[in-house]
């Protein structure tokens, strides 16, 4: 940011709607494993991870018409069907400096810190008087291979219960460019060999 330029973040209000971009504190990752093949059925056992920091990255325009719809009890179903996002879609998020020793060398760690690194977004620390708890939110560092779903129904009814907390979110330009890095890390393309690599003749 150049100096003067307004903060990219913004308190939430727990009367507002979810946004893309929000930094949430305390989310439990549940998954399904296999604890064990033998006989004639596979069993199988609930894993929960709780991640002290996670970010939504659900678009906003599919946020904004789950709101909507939920908020409309009068909608028809079919519509209502078709507007609810059933699963919402996080990031992990962790503290940049207790992160910093995952990268080899200093220089990495600096193109991380400047979004130079196509599998990371870094996120400059949250004053408290934008978070929502009133105790500030340090630097994090995103792993966008890190990512997992939440079903949405679920995710409210915790955020209503005070489990998961709603800490900031980002503000537009930042929202935007933080779905758009993610898209294109999903969405980048492994060739056989790089065009630098290929032989002459």
């Known amino acids: 940011m150049l100096e003067g330029d307004p903060h990219p973040y913004s308190a939430p209000s727990a009367s507002e709607r979810l946004f893309q971009g929000e930094i949430l504190s305390n989310v439990v990752e549940r998954s399904v494993k296999c604890t064990s093949t033998a006989g004639s059925a596979a069993e199988f056992g609930l894993v929960e991870i709780t991640h002290p920091h996670a970010v ?52 990495i760690s600096k193109r991380v810190r400047q979004n130079k690194e196509e599998r990371f977004q870094f996120l400059s620390a949250v004053p408290i008087s934008l978070d929502g708890l009133k105790l500030g939110v340090p630097a994090l560092v995103l792993d966008f291979k890190r990512f997992f779903t939440y079903p949405t129904e ?39 060999l790089d065009h630098h690599d290929m032989p002459a003749s």
């Open 56 to 107: 939504l990255l659900t678009q906003d325009c599919d946020l904004l018409q789950d709101s909507n719809a939920r908020q409309n009890p009068d909608l028809d179903s079919a519509k209502r069907k078709n507007s609810l996002v059933p699963n919402l879609v996080l990031v992990v998020a962790s503290e940049f400096e207790k992160t910093k020793g995952r990268f080899n060398g200093s220089e």
């Open 154 to 192: 679920e995710f409210l009814q915790a955020v209503k219960r005070g489990e998961i907390q709603r800490r900031s979110r980002l503000l537009t330009p930042y929202a935007e460019h933080l779905s758009s890095r993610f898209g294109y890390f999903i969405l980048r393309i492994g060739l056989p």
